[in-house]
C-alpha cells in the first residue's frame, strides 16, 4: 500500500509518497558474503586435485567485488598465500577450466577476471538475473556464429568437390590459344619472359599468332609444357 506524506499543521498532501511494508531483517552474517551454487563445490570436489587450487578459490571468493569482480593479481595472491606466481597462473588456469573464473574484459595484453556468475554471486537479486541473462545470450549469439561458421565451411567443401567432379577446360583469353589477344580486328601474339611483355606482332589468324608465340619461347628457351588449343 502506497500513501502520499501529509502535513499534520497545515494539512497539506506532500509530493513524496510512502511506502509500507514488512521490515527487512538482517542475513545474520556480520560481514561481506556471498552466495555459492552446490554444484560449484561438487565440480571443485571432482576437478581440484592440487591444494592449492583451491586456496586461490577461496582467496578469489572472499575477494570478489561487487558483482563478482576481481581485482586482486597474481602477486598479491602468490604474496598472501606465501607461493610463486607461476604456480598461481597454473591454478588460475585449472580454475578457468572448470569455469569457477571466467574472463570478463580484455585490455590489450591483460586479461581481467571474474567469479562466474552461474556458480557464485556477490550483489543483489536483480544483478544476478541481469548477469546470467548477460551469459545466456552471449552463449546463443557464440552457438549462432559457431553455426554460421560450419556452413561456411560446409558450403567450402561442397564447391571444391564440385569443381573437382567438374573440371573446367583452361581458356587462354578469347582467342582458345595461349599468348593470342583480339586486337583491332586481328590477332596479336605476345609473351611473357622475365617478368616483362614483349609483344611479337599482330596477324590475320590466331593459329599464326600462335605461331609466332611458340617460336618466341623456342628462341628464349622458355622449357614448360607443351601448349594445348
Keep these: 500500500m502506497t500513501i502520499r506524506a501529509v502535513d499534520m499543521d497545515t494539512g497539506e498532501i506532500l509530493g513524496a509518497p510512502l511506502k509500507s511494508g514488512k521490515k527487512r531483517q538482517p542475513n545474520g552474517f556480520s560481514g561481506v558474503w556471498l552466495s555459492i551454487a552446490a554444484d560449484m563445490l561438487i565440480a571443485c570436489g571432482d576437478h581440484l586435485t592440487h591444494a592449492l587450487d583451491l586456496r586461490v578459490m577461496c582467496l578469489l571468493l572472499g575477494s570478489a567485488e561487487w558483482g563478482n569482480g576481481l581485482t586482486i593479481n597474481q602477486s598479491d595472491i602468490a604474496r598472501r598465500l ?41 550483489g543483489n537479486g536483480i544483478g544476478h538475473q541481469v548477469a546470467l541473462r548477460a551469459i545466456e545470450r552471449d552463449k546463443k549469439q557464440a552457438q549462432k556464429q559457431a553455426r554460421e561458421a560450419d556452413n561456411v565451411a560446409l558450403l567450402r567443401v561442397r564447391r571444391m568437390q564440385f569443381q ?24 596479336r601474339a605476345q609473351i611473357v619472359t622475365m617478368g616483362q611483355r614483349l609483344l611479337l606482332g599482330t596477324y590475320d589468324t590466331p593459329e599464326a599468332a600462335h605461331e609466332a608465340y611458340l617460336a618466341a619461347r623456342r628462341e628464349l628457351q622458355i622449357h614448360k609444357p607443351a601448349d594445348e588449343r
Design 164 to 187: 573437382a567432379d567438374h573440371p573446367q577446360p583452361r581458356k587462354y583469353a578469347s582467342s582458345g590459344f595461349k599468348g593470342v589477344t583480339a586486337y583491332r580486328g586481328r590477332w
Design 82 to 122: 606465501h607461493t610463486h606466481r607461476q604456480h598461481v597462473n597454473a591454478s588460475l588456469h585449472r580454475l578457468r577450466g572448470i569455469g569457477i573464473i571466467e574472463v570478463c574484459k580484455t585490455h590489450g595484453k591483460v586479461s581481467f577476471y571474474r567469479v562466474n556468475p552461474v556458480h557464485a554471486w556477490r
